[in-house]
């Protein structure tokens, strides 16, 4: 079956600074890409997604790059601030979103 | 989009009871998803309930301990059954966009421990 990994799984940066997260998975099957964000005690929220006939795709300050080839994909969040501090998880997914499989999170904490 | 109701948001319960969790979705969906998040784990996906059938338990978990109803389109409960200090987790129950079944709703969660 499908199996996403994540790394890193905690990453600490200054406000201002990028942040990158990237994930492998290994079904070339999987076809949707989506990355949620779960704040403290929050609900798992979709922040991006990209579909596997697209390599990038960009939303203000957040981006998703994918490479079917090496079956990778990344997150990229520029001139980070505090409220980006969050767990994110990268998922996979074919066929609806019943079978995502989820990565393992990364917890990022942007410091002031 | 869709919004997801779930209660309770917390509870503390005595092991060898057991917790109803309850979802409530504001649009009618053929699946809801129930996902268990171990303390500071990812998500796994317990079962999928439809309506008008048994619920579809993933591996690893079992009816006997997680009795799902989904008597109709907009509600489904999961039932953690015989709790054990084991099952501490928050419990998230979850929905496909209507508008773009790869995409997911979840609802806020509930937090489980048990003592």
């Known amino acids: 079956g499908e199996n996403v990994e994540q790394h890193p799984s905690t990453l600490s940066v200054q406000e201002g600074d990028s942040a990158v997260i990237k994930c492998t998975y290994s079904?070339?099957?999987?076809?949707?890409f989506p990355w949620y964000k779960q704040e403290l005690g929050k609900r798992p929220q979709l922040i991006i997604d990209i579909r596997s006939n697209v390599g990038e795709k960009k939303d203000q300050r957040i981006a998703v790059t994918l490479n079917k080839t090496a079956k990778h994909f990344s997150l990229h969040i520029t001139e980070t601030q505090p409220e980006d501090s969050a767990v994110y998880f990268c998922?996979?997914?074919?066929?609806?979103?019943?079978?995502?499989?989820f990565g393992a999170g990364t917890r990022l904490f942007v410091k002031a | 989009s869709a919004v997801i109701s779930q209660k309770p948001s917390r509870d503390i319960c005595q092991r060898g009871t057991s917790l109803t969790i309850q979802c409530q979705v504001d649009s009618q969906v053929t699946m809801m998803f129930w996902y268990r998040q171990q303390p500071g784990q990812s998500l796994t996906l317990i079962a999928t309930a439809n309506q008008g059938s048994e619920a579809t338990y993933e591996s690893g978990f079992v009816i006997d301990k997680f009795p799902i109803s989904r008597p109709n389109l907009t509600f489904s409960t999961l039932t953690v059954s015989n709790m054990s200090p084991e099952d501490s987790s928050i419990y998230l129950c979850?929905?496909?966009?209507?508008?773009?079944?790869?995409?997911?709703?979840f609802g806020s969660g509930t937090q489980l421990s048990v003592l």
């Open positions: 998922a996979a997914s074919k066929n609806g979103g019943f079978k995502t499989i």
């Open positions: 079904d070339s099957a999987s076809n949707y």
């Open positions: 979850s929905v496909e966009d209507p508008s773009d079944n790869e995409k997911l709703f």
